[in-house]
Each structure stands twice: as C-alpha cells, then as structure tokens.
C-alpha cells in the first residue's frame, strides 16, 4: 500500500489542521490505519488509530479531546482533525497502516507515508 499524507502547514496556537493519508492505487477498507508524529529530536510517537470499519479509534493521552481520526473507504482516505493545537502538536506526522489489531506501537505498522509538517506558533 502506498500512502500519502498531505494537509499540513503553520498554523497558530488555537487554531485547526486537517490531515489527510490517500492510499494510491489500493484500497484501505482492509486495514487499520494509524497517525505517529516525531518532533525534532524526540522519538516519533503515536498519535491516533482507526480500525478498518471506523468501530474503534484510539488516542494519545496527548491529545484526546482536541483530534479526532475517522477515515473513508470508499475514497481511500484517512483524516486527522486537530483542533486547539499548541506549539507542543509541532512535528511531521505520518500515516500508517496494518492488518489485523489495532495497536499503537509504530513498528509493528506495515505501510507508512512519506510525512507532512506541521507548525504551530505560539
């Protein structure tokens, strides 16, 4: 599966992003898809994680309540909403995907995007 993430930028404290992963030439309904961020230099984390019918997501600690993860089958795509960001939600995020369980440990994700910035200024 080949992904691809798009949708970030600068933005201020406060303010909202949406995060968008298209899978190329295949489709997604068979996996479960999953958002990680690394900022500079720390270890990349989990984000989000989405099951393959959208029955379950998961959340960082760090930011349930202000993202939300959903995800379209029939386009192909996952979202990562995020809204009330602050300086500490800067980094490149990345969409992820896998069969099977839905899980938050990273290496364990068997597709990844290439990664899209994200700013956010105090």
């Known amino acids: 599966v080949q992904l691809q993430a798009f949708g970030g930028g600068l933005v201020q404290a406060g303010g909202s992003l949406r995060l968008s992963c298209a899978a190329l030439?295949?489709?997604?309904?068979?996996?479960?898809m999953g958002w990680f961020r690394q900022a500079p230099g720390k270890v990349r984390e989990f984000v989000a994680a989405?099951?393959?019918?959208?029955?379950?997501?998961n959340y960082a600690d760090s930011v349930m309540g202000r993202f939300t993860i959903s995800r379209d089958n029939a386009e192909k795509t996952v979202y990562l909403q995020m809204n009330s960001l602050t300086p500490e939600d800067t980094a490149v995020y990345y969409c992820?995907?896998?069969?099977?369980?839905?899980?938050?440990?990273?290496?364990?994700?068997?597709?990844w995007g290439q990664g899209t910035q994200v700013t956010v200024s105090s």
């Open positions: 989405i099951s393959w019918n959208s029955g379950t997501t």
């Open positions: 030439g295949r489709t997604l309904s068979n996996y479960v």
């Open positions: 992820a995907a896998k069969y099977g369980a839905l899980i938050t440990i990273g290496t364990l994700y068997d597709y």
